[in-house]
C-alpha cells in the first residue's frame, strides 16, 4: 500500500471502530431512534470515505500495473473494477 494512503485508511478505521461501539451503546441504552439512525448514516459515510481509499490505492498500485501488463492482466483489472463498480450500486 502507498505508504499516506495505508496510514488515512487506518486512521478511517479507528474513527469508525468507535463509532461503532457508540452505536451499539445507543442501541443498548435505547436511544431516540433517530439519533441512532444519524450515528448509522454517519457510519456509513466513513465507510465509502475508507472505500475510496482503498479503491485510490489499489488504482495507483495494482491496476497500474495490470495495465502496463496488458493483455489477460488488463481485462482482469476491468473485471475488478466493474465488479467493485457493480457492488457499490447495489447498496441498500
Request: hydrophobic share 40%; glycine share 6%; charged share 30%.
Amino acid at each position: 500500500m502507498i505508504e499516506d494512503i495505508k496510514k488515512r485508511a487506518l486512521h478511517r478505521t479507528r474513527i469508525l471502530e468507535g463509532q461503532m461501539r457508540g452505536l451499539e451503546k445507543m442501541i443498548e441504552n435505547e436511544d431516540y431512534c433517530v439519533d441512532i439512525i444519524t450515528l448509522s448514516l454517519s457510519i456509513q459515510k466513513s465507510l465509502g470515505s475508507l472505500n475510496k481509499l482503498l479503491v485510490e490505492n489499489h488504482l495507483r498500485t495494482h491496476v497500474t500495473h495490470q495495465f502496463e501488463a496488458g493483455g489477460e492482466e488488463r481485462d482482469a483489472a476491468v473485471a475488478e473494477l466493474l465488479k467493485v463498480f457493480e457492488l457499490s450500486n447495489n447498496r441498500g
